[in-house]
């Protein structure tokens, strides 16, 4: 590697240009533009933006005399003439605040930029028609990216995705983290990063990551918002948040506090056929669900303080909470029992009580210290409290065909979960000679979790020792890293080397079954991106992944849906190890291709099977043997008119995974699949203060380990329009229009065959308004950030 740099830097000899920009007060100024213009005719001749600290660099100048121009949203612009003869670093560009108010300034938007960098695509939104939504609609658009009704977002197909803000982790996944980015105001995103081959930087968990970049304070003030949202599908729900953010020259608060409230419905059929040796139906199994959960109180909070104890040092602490302490159901599902004839033979109706409460609350603090020569060093720590509950009581009552009922059976479990969260780490950061980065981290998790079954007889509850359990987890990571990226001419280079040492104990108490995995891995990363001219990029990446399972996945305790099925867990689950090689091409910094083969060994994911001497169905979480896939990746974003923007993006793909069958026998199951999407963007009025959307995603039959998944599309509208002075926006979001999430799932192999439909109430009707008060100049600054052993909870 070192050879192969040596030989590119033999070739050019560079002279460079930095310098730092801060504001009236000498805080660094981040996000500016920076133009280096030709003396002899203004023309553009390279430009550049500084970084999180001020900074901006050019690289590669010719000697000669130039203009600088910097500029800054908020801030009148520098000029500076400038003879350049060798590397220079300028004294600090101090610029000046305008002291207009926010409503005699007018912003004029600009269509979404999608960039390709070394290691990355950048989807740049700030001041677009995209502004105007949220930063979940906007992760929803975003190239490569498709996202679920559910909260569910896939890159590649895959789904092992860690969501970071300004690169950092959160710990929400879900309908979660969809509510939270729901609330998330689109005015404040600058860009989503979708990071394929995530760099060493980042924790080797994952096989993707996307990386949304809010913007940066530069205005001393308060600001505010208030957003209110009803959402009708089957039934309604509603959702309220305020954000509170104040800037002062030392001290920066921020404060958010969310209240959703709704019912939540989930409609199925299940469907299992048991066979004779000829392969014709012995009896068939048919369970028609309706699941039906309330969750009338749910408060989400985040708290964050940071202190700039001087220029080169900022102290910052926070804390984030979840609470939902109401959350039940109550449902009946039926099942009906075909015999060989296709006539009922018998019938049973569960019927199940259940209560879920979770509550989640996480601390987190940080120091950084910035070097005088363009380095930075940062420290953090993380301790997060989990806790969730699932008490059933389920009924099951058996009968003939039109006859009286002849067996009833009734149990109560009561599963409870208790985990925490500890994490520390250091990353410094040196950009004066190329791009070095370095790091450790010290992560620990510590999980008990306990099911309590008791059967129902006579109406008395009585203990179940064989069905009762308690599951010990405890698992340490230390891990460190180190990278280097440098521009060469034509060239951009970057390497880079993680290692990870993972020690975890599973301890079944019940069975005394103890297992211990001790084990380390290291993850390599390469980056090149070569510019042969103007209007082409050509690139190439490999990295090295994991995915280590969710604690609940390694409980190998049975948890009931009824008297025939239940979920069981794999203390013995192996981390799936992932490769992925990309090809990259784009023309024109407009039309991205994207050439990609991933490698996964020993995947973990849900599979089912029939269990023919009990006639279970048996949904159990375990690692299969591989999974592999390789396509081609699409995207770009056109402008037709002035009112009409349009991103396009589309994937054509092989997936297949390889498994071991319920007989011992190996089995494949693949198939080419494509996805598409078109987003189209209309400004209804010169103004541009009245817009609608109409997107369309269609996503074509899938694998996943035994699973074949059928078609599924989306068909969604929306418009919004802003009110009251530009402060205020009314809207309203149809989704799922014609109910095309519905998908069956089908297992067919040997002598299992089970399949089940399914539609998760994506259907919906959303009207809602937001108010932003105060200084609407100063931008979120902080998010809070979560950890990669949160990620897994």
Same mark, same amino acid.
């Given at each position: &590697? ?59 100048? @010719? ?26 670093? &300028? ?25 390709? !960098? ?63 980015? @729901?609330?998330?105001? %689109? ?6 990063? *979708? ?10 968990? %994952? ?26 599908? &089957? ?35 299940? *469907? ?35 202190? @700039? ?80 509950? @699932?008490? =059933? ?62 059967? *129902? ?24 890293? *180190? ?64 995915? $280590? ?48 083969? $991933? ?16 006639? &279970? !169905? ?12 390789? %396509? ?14 349009? %991103? !396009? ?132 600054? $902080? =998010? ?10």
């Amino acid at each position: &590697m070192l050879l192969l740099l040596g030989n590119f830097a033999s070739y050019s000899q560079e002279i460079s240009l930095s310098g730092k920009v801060i504001d009236g007060s000498h805080q660094a100024v981040p996000f500016a533009d920076a133009l280096l213009l030709q003396a002899k005719d203004s023309l553009k001749y390279k430009n550049s933006q500084t970084d999180e600290s001020g900074i901006f660099i050019f690289k590669e100048i @010719e000697k000669g005399n130039y203009i600088l121009k910097v500029s800054a949203v908020g801030f009148g612009n520098f000029y500076k003439a400038l003879n350049v003869q060798k590397d220079s670093l &300028m004294a600090s560009i101090a610029l000046h605040e305008i002291e207009n108010k926010l409503d005699s300034v007018t912003i004029t938007s600009k269509r979404p930029i999608v960039k390709r !960098l070394i290691d990355r695509l950048e989807f740049s939104v700030e001041n677009s028609s995209l502004s105007s939504s949220n930063a979940w609609d906007i992760l929803s658009k975003t190239p490569g990216v498709i996202t679920s009704a559910s909260g569910g977002i896939t890159i590649r197909g895959s789904q092992s995705i860690l969501v970071t803000i300004n690169d950092k982790k959160i710990y929400l996944t879900g309908d979660e983290l969809k509510q939270f980015l @729901e609330n998330t105001n %689109g005015e404040d995103v600058k860009s989503v990063e *979708v990071i394929t081959n995530p760099p060493a930087k980042y924790e080797a968990q %994952g096989s993707a990551v996307l990386n949304i970049k809010l913007k940066k304070n530069f205005s001393l003030g308060y600001k505010g918002s208030f957003n209110a949202a009803y959402v009708q599908s &089957m039934y309604p729900k509603g959702v309220t948040s305020t954000s509170h953010y104040y800037k002062g020259k030392k001290l920066s608060l921020a404060g958010r506090y969310s209240f959703g409230s709704g019912v939540y419905v989930n409609e199925g059929r299940d *469907v299992a056929h048991y066979l004779k040796e000829d392969g014709s139906i012995d009896s068939r199994w048919e369970s028609i669900m309706r699941r039906k959960s309330e969750s009338p109180a749910q408060h989400s909070y985040r708290l964050e303080a940071s202190y @700039e104890i001087d220029s080169l040092n900022t102290v910052a602490v926070g804390g984030t909470g979840f609470l939902a302490p109401k959350q039940s159901g109550n449902f009946a599902v039926p099942t009906l029992i075909y015999g060989s004839d296709g006539i009922i033979d018998s019938l049973y109706v569960t019927r199940n009580s259940r209560k879920n409460p979770v509550r989640n609350s996480a601390y987190n603090a940080s120091f950084e210290h910035l070097f005088k020569d363009k380095s930075k060093l940062a420290l953090a720590a993380d301790y997060t409290d989990y806790k969730q509950q @699932e008490r =059933q009581d389920i009924a099951s009552e058996f009968s003939l065909p039109n006859e009286n009922l002849y067996r009833t059976g009734r149990f109560i479990s009561d599963n409870t979960q208790d985990i925490e969260l500890f994490s520390a780490q250091a990353d410094y950061t040196n950009e004066s000679n190329g791009t070095l980065e370095a790091g450790m981290k010290f992560g620990n998790v510590k999980a008990d979790s306990n099911l309590d079954y008791k059967d *129902v007889i006579e109406g008395i509850p009585v203990n179940n020792a064989d069905r009762t359990s308690r599951f010990l987890y405890d698992e340490s990571i230390w891990a460190g890293y *180190v990278s280097y990226g440098k521009e060469l001419g034509k060239w951009s280079l970057k390497a880079g080397l993680r290692g990870e040492y993972t020690a975890l104990t599973g301890n079944s108490v019940t069975t005394s079954e103890i297992n211990e995995q001790n084990y380390f891995k290291v993850f390599p990363t390469f980056y090149a991106l070569y510019k042969p001219m103007d209007n082409h990029e050509i690139g190439f990446s490999y990295g090295k992944r994991i995915t $280590r399972p969710q604690y609940s996945r390694l409980n190998p305790f049975r948890s009931y849906y009824n008297s025939y099925s239940y979920f069981t867990g794999d203390p013995k689950l192996l981390p799936t190890i992932t490769h992925n090689i990309s090809l990259l091409y784009t023309l024109k910094s407009k039309y991205n291709f994207d050439l990609f083969y $991933r490698l996964e060994k020993n995947p973990s994911m849900e599979i089912s099977y029939q269990d023919y001497e009990t006639n &279970m !169905l048996v949904y159990h979480f375990t690692n299969i043997r591989k999974d592999f896939a390789f %396509g081609l990746d699409f995207n770009t974003n056109l402008t037709f008119f002035d009112f009409w923007e349009t %991103g !396009l993006q589309a994937t054509m793909s092989y997936v297949e995974d390889r498994f071991q069958g319920i007989d011992g026998n190996f089995y494949k199951n693949g198939k080419p699949t494509y996805n598409a999407s078109v987003s189209n963007r209309f400004a209804l009025n010169k103004k541009k203060d009245l817009n609608a959307e109409l997107n369309f995603q269609y996503n074509s039959s899938s694998v996943q380990g035994t699973f074949v998944f059928t078609q599924t599309s989306n068909l969604s509208a929306s418009i919004r329009k802003k009110v009251l002075k530009d402060k205020g926006e009314v809207y309203a979001i149809f989704s799922d229009i014609y109910r095309g999430q519905k998908e069956t799932v089908k297992t067919d192999y040997a002598n299992q065959y089970n399949y089940f439909d399914s539609y998760g109430d994506s259907q919906s009707f959303r009207i809602g308004f937001r108010y932003n008060f105060g200084n609407q100049t100063l931008k979120n600054n $902080r =998010q809070e950030v979560k950890t990669e052993e949160q990620q897994r909870l």
